[in-house]
Nanobody, 117 residues
Framework: QLQAFGGGLVQAGGSLRLSCAAS????????MGWFRQAPGKEREFVTA????????FYQPSVKGRFTISRDNAKNTVYLQMNSLKPEDTAVYYC????????????WGQGTQVTVSS
């Protein structure tokens, strides 16, 4: 089970850090990803990290602004979001699976991020 939290309302240019806590002890064997869904749009990939943190992948629009990391000792993955833009507004979901390329078998409930202009 995955639980995402840390969303909120922030002004453009601001920062937020999302966290996703896993209850499974097998968390450390999963690749983890963050996805987002804006109103009226399809869910899209944001970023992913390999099980050991050695590999990370980013959607081009967030590269250089967002950083994914994980702490396997705490069963937690993080998404540091800097220089936020109004177009980053969405519900953000964390997900876990066998590979950063998917499929993602486990999903959190989502946390709302709203960026005001």
């Amino acid at each position: 089970q995955l639980q995402a939290f840390g969303g909120g309302l922030v002004q453009a240019g601001g920062s937020l850090r999302l966290s996703c806590a896993a209850s499974e002890r097998t968390f450390s064997t999963y690749a983890m990803g963050w996805f987002r869904q804006a109103p009226g749009k399809e869910r899209e990939f944001v970023t992913a990290i390999s099980w050991n943190g050695d590999s990370t992948f980013y959607q081009p629009s967030v590269k250089g602004r967002f950083t994914i990391s994980r702490d396997n000792a705490k069963n937690t993955v993080y998404l540091q979001m800097n220089s936020l833009k109004p177009e980053d507004t969405a519900v953000y979901y964390c997900a876990g699976g066998p590979s950063t390329a998917g499929p993602y078998d486990y999903w959190g409930q989502g946390t709302q991020v709203t960026v005001s202009s």
